[in-house]
């Protein structure tokens, strides 16, 4: 299969562009064409950013798993779909054709129906980056359960909250996951989470580390011990209606507990299969190496859904870029010749730390396009990743785009626009950014800064917030009439290439994850001695963000270092290790206005050494407070 709606030059990218945005009806049935429908659509797109109510492909009947493996039964059974290298690099690696993912996932689809998983169900998924992931994720594809994917690197606490807001009865997760030196204890944390869960039915537990668990019984059961009861190798796909919900992502927000975003069957699948084809230029045949976790929606998008829908080759990686050694990326690209490296500018900037040694010896010469997403990559990072990466021969794809987008949003094509580092550059066909003033309207020329919108509608638009219809309104298409706001600002310069400068609002982005500073200050107030707590983040040299937390402590006698660590403890428990404080000062109180409110401006400039120049602070209710936070800067 080639792909006919792949752009093969600047002018048709430009024309492609124009098409989609004057007549997007016309420019996305051409491309919906190409898929398998179980019955056609009647209606395109109908949207409105108000309520939001947005619907693409109404009428239309599919099943994403019957594109994303059936339908290459026919002329690449034998290809790999999906290649699995381990933690450890002296285990067996796994290559699992397209014909080996039609039987797990149509066995395991067995199984969840025989558990009494039905389409509609809420399915939480917690496991290792391992094969059987992929076909759990698959399997609730195939049934129309809804999936609700948790990254392995959350707490107990954050497991249970996601549960109880997606009500989801079922969990499927393995006894453990490795990560580099490390075994994590993935099903005893479940265990900890159901405590507060006890609506849960079913756990099934795929046996991967060999760590011993408790099992209860009537509630928990094995994964390999279920599917030995199959014997039927076919489950016919269920029928879902394009709107139906597909999965439940959770992400960080400003305000309050993460929300989970949903993302709908059609509109998505065209959207992250259009994207993976163009954005990367994808050719049959390619090995497209992208080292995120399927716990992520980059994973969810550009290790499943756009590559096994496009019939590509997937490479998925159970372990972590510095183990057994900094060489591991260069190690497996090299083991299996890949051809397109996505990863993270925290990733580069951490490996680009331990120098040129862990290049030795490597070729890396089967790479032909290398592509990053998160987080803005600084141009010192962008440069070691032309030349010692793609040795100043692969295109760099800066891929800019969100959870709640679905699929890629400003990019270059590989090799077809141009790249300029830094700089997302141009928007994807479908979509109509722009930038706003704090007063919302909108700022025309060229050269400016401001706040990033959409305008209109895309295939993969978040349909809702699970259970909360009101927060998406609020959270995106409130701040700006008839908008979609990212809560990014941008700059645009005379070309019309956007450059991503950050969040604009209250969350944070330490190494590529998204975190809301709420959040972590819930966190942090729920240690018994903390009296309030605010959080701000400042550059980081590998994690693009840190996170600094000024806390208000009850009766501070010495020990500061105990209460620091304690209190860093509790967050680890209470969301998870990604959300641990950097750095946490002691603070005898916070910049507050008249009105009682925090001002952050101010922390924030304190946490990035600032301390000159901080402007106005006639607002403040106690200027004192601001010299003894200077002083206590650490
Ligand atoms: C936020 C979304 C999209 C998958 C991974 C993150 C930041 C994302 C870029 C980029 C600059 C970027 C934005 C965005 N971001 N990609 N290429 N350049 N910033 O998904 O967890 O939903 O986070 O990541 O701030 O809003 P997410």
């Not at 962008?382 to 891929?399: F, M, R």
Request: hydrophobic share 40%; net charge negative.
């Amino acid at each position: 299969m080639s792909y006919p709606y792949q752009i093969k030059s600047l002018e048709a990218y430009q024309e492609a562009w124009k098409k989609s945005i004057d007549a997007p009806a016309d420019f996305w049935s051409e491309i919906a064409n190409h898929f398998v429908w179980k019955k056609p659509w009647q209606n395109i797109l109908d949207w409105e950013f108000k309520t939001p109510a947005i619907k693409w492909f109404e009428g239309a009947q599919l099943n994403i798993t019957e594109n994303c493996i059936d339908r290459h039964l026919k002329d690449k059974a034998n290809q790999p779909a999906i290649i699995w290298e381990p933690n450890n690099p002296n285990d067996a690696h796994r290559l699992i054709t397209y014909a080996d993912l039609y039987e797990l996932v149509n066995q395991f689809a067995h199984v969840l129906q025989n558990n009494g998983i039905k389409k509609g169900d809420r399915v939480c998924i917690y496991m290792g980056m391992i094969p059987e992931l992929a076909v759990a994720v698959l399997a609730c594809a195939r049934i129309g359960a809804i999936h609700s994917v948790i990254f392995g690197g959350f707490s107990a606490q954050s497991i249970a909250d996601r549960l109880q807001d997606a009500q989801a009865e079922f969990v499927i997760t393995c006894d453990g996951a490795f990560r580099g030196p490390k075994d994590i204890p993935l099903k005893n944390v479940i265990d900890d989470a159901l405590v507060t869960c006890p609506f849960v039915k079913r756990v099934i537990v795929y046996m991967h580390t060999k760590t011993p668990v408790s099992m209860l019984k009537g509630r928990d059961v094995w994964w390999q011990e279920e599917v030995e009861k199959i014997e039927d190798k076919h489950f016919p796909a269920a029928c879902m209606e394009a709107e139906d919900p597909l999965f439940i992502l959770y992400t960080s927000g400003s305000t309050g507990k993460p929300k989970g975003v949903v993302h709908s069957c059609a509109g998505y699948m065209v959207y992250t299969n259009y994207t993976f084809v163009n954005v990367f230029q994808y050719q049959p045949e390619e090995i497209f190496f992208c080292t995120a976790d399927i716990g992520w929606i980059t994973g969810h998008s550009y290790i499943l859904y756009g590559p096994l829908s496009a019939g590509a080759t997937s490479l998925m990686f159970e372990g972590i870029p510095t183990f057994p050694d900094a060489g591991r990326f260069w190690d497996i690209i090299d083991k299996y010749k890949v051809n397109i490296l996505y990863t993270a500018p925290t990733a580069i900037r951490s490996l680009m730390a331990f120098g040129l040694g862990p290049l030795q010896n490597k070729d890396l010469g089967s790479l032909r396009v290398i592509g990053t997403v998160g987080e803005p990559i600084n141009e010192e990072a962008w440069h070691w990743y032309d030349e010692h990466i793609g040795k100043k021969n692969c295109p760099i794809v800066d891929t800019w785009w969100q959870t709640e987008t679905g699929g890629v949003m400003i990019s270059n094509l590989a090799g077809i626009t141009p790249a300029k580092p830094s700089f997302a550059t141009l928007p994807m066909p479908g979509v109509e950014p722009l930038l706003v003033d704090e007063k919302g309207n909108e700022i025309k020329e060229n050269n400016v800064t401001g706040n990033l919108c959409i305008r209109s509608a895309w295939p993969s638009t978040i349909r809702t917030t699970y259970g909360d219809h009101e927060r998406c309104r609020t959270n995106y298409f409130a701040t700006y009439d008839n908008l979609y706001f990212t809560g990014d600002g941008a700059y645009r310069d005379e070309n019309g290439f956007y450059r991503i400068t950050g969040r604009v609002d209250d969350v944070l982005n330490v190494s590529g994850h998204r975190i809301g500073t709420a959040e972590v200050e819930n966190a942090i107030n729920m240690h018994a001695g903390v009296i309030e707590s605010a959080v701000v983040g400042y550059p980081h040299d590998v994690k693009g963000q840190g996170i600094y937390a000024y806390v208000i402590y009850n009766g501070l006698h010495g020990e500061e270092e105990l209460i620091r660590k304690d209190i860093a403890a509790t967050v680890t428990r209470v969301i998870g290790p990604i959300a641990k404080p950097d750095k946490i000062q002691l603070v005898s109180g916070l910049p507050k206005t008249r009105s009682g409110k925090i001002m952050r401006r101010i922390l924030r400039k304190i946490a990035e050494g600032e301390l000159e120049n901080l402007g106005d602070t006639s607002t403040l209710l106690d200027s004192a407070v601001v010299d003894e936070i200077k002083n206590g800067k650490i």
